[in-house]
């Protein structure tokens, strides 16, 4: 994937963003819990690099990878 910088991070923002808002408005954790959830997780690792390509996908496509992933803890 050829992106340069600057759109690796905003589309990476933007679906950090995103997945925040799901884990706070529809499942009802707190901010600070959906911070560390998301944060703390090998999901979050995956997103944070461009060669996964976590950042491409939609915010729900990836909050099946965390959902799985705290499933499995």
Do not use: H
């Not at 340069?4 to 707190?30: P, Q």
């Not at 600070?32 to 491409?56: D, H, M, R």
Request: charged share 25%; proline share 3%; net charge negative.
């Amino acid at each position: 994937m050829n992106v340069s910088k600057e759109d690796f991070e905003y589309m990476k923002e933007c679906a950090i963003r995103d997945i925040l808002v799901i884990l706070v408005e529809e499942r009802g954790l707190s901010i600070q819990q959906a911070f560390n959830i998301l944060y703390n997780s090998k999901t979050f690792q995956k997103l944070e690099s461009p060669k996964t390509g976590f950042f491409f996908q939609s915010p729900r496509y990836i909050l099946s990878y965390l959902d799985s992933e705290t499933n499995n803890n």
